[in-house]
């Protein structure tokens, strides 16, 4: 075999698994993050997983209990804002779609460091919960 052959029958199957490897991540459906405390948790689902300002995102929030069971919770408040700013926090509508499912259709504004603030009153009881989303890096 020469040396020119032999380099193709490396670099091929590299070439190959660098394109798989692209797709794969360009195609990831979401990016997930999970708050909570002692005796509940969020899973926070966000479509497309790089959120980009100015572009539409689905957050999805399922609320549970720490064994897996939805949370009884009839409203929840999502407020989206950055840290670093200055001009305020933007709601989020968020609608029930099953027990203890949520989803919301959100446009940052902005590129960078933002943080959504989670609000509901499972058995009557507030909870608060926040997570931190990379906007367009």
């Known amino acids: 075999m020469t040396a020119k052959r032999l380099r193709q029958a490396l670099l091929q199957p590299l070439a190959v698994?660098?394109?798989?490897?692209?797709l794969s991540a360009a195609c990831a459906p979401a990016a997930q993050t999970t708050v909570g405390e002692a005796d509940w948790q969020a899973l926070l689902?966000?479509?497309?997983?790089?959120?980009a300002a100015l572009r539409p995102v689905v957050l999805q929030v399922r609320l549970t209990d720490r064994q897996g069971a939805p949370?009884?919770?009839?409203?929840?408040?999502?407020?989206?804002?950055?840290?670093?700013?200055?001009?305020?926090?933007?709601r989020?509508?968020?609608?029930r779609t099953a027990p203890g499912?949520?989803?919301?259709?959100?446009?940052?504004?902005?590129?960078?460091?933002?943080?959504?603030?989670?609000?509901?009153?499972?058995h009557g009881?507030?909870?608060p919960g926040s997570v931190t989303v990379e906007v367009g890096r």
């Open 17 to 22: 698994l660098s394109v798989v490897t692209l």
């Open 45 to 51: 689902t966000l479509t497309p997983q790089r959120p």
């Open 71 to 90: 949370l009884d919770v009839a409203d929840l408040e999502g407020f989206a804002g950055m840290p670093e700013m200055e001009h305020g926090e933007t």
């Open 92 to 95: 989020i509508a968020f609608r």
């Open 101 to 122: 499912v949520f989803v919301a259709e959100h446009t940052f504004s902005l590129d960078g460091r933002s943080v959504i603030r989670l609000r509901g009153r499972p």
């Open 125 to 127: 009881a507030p909870f």
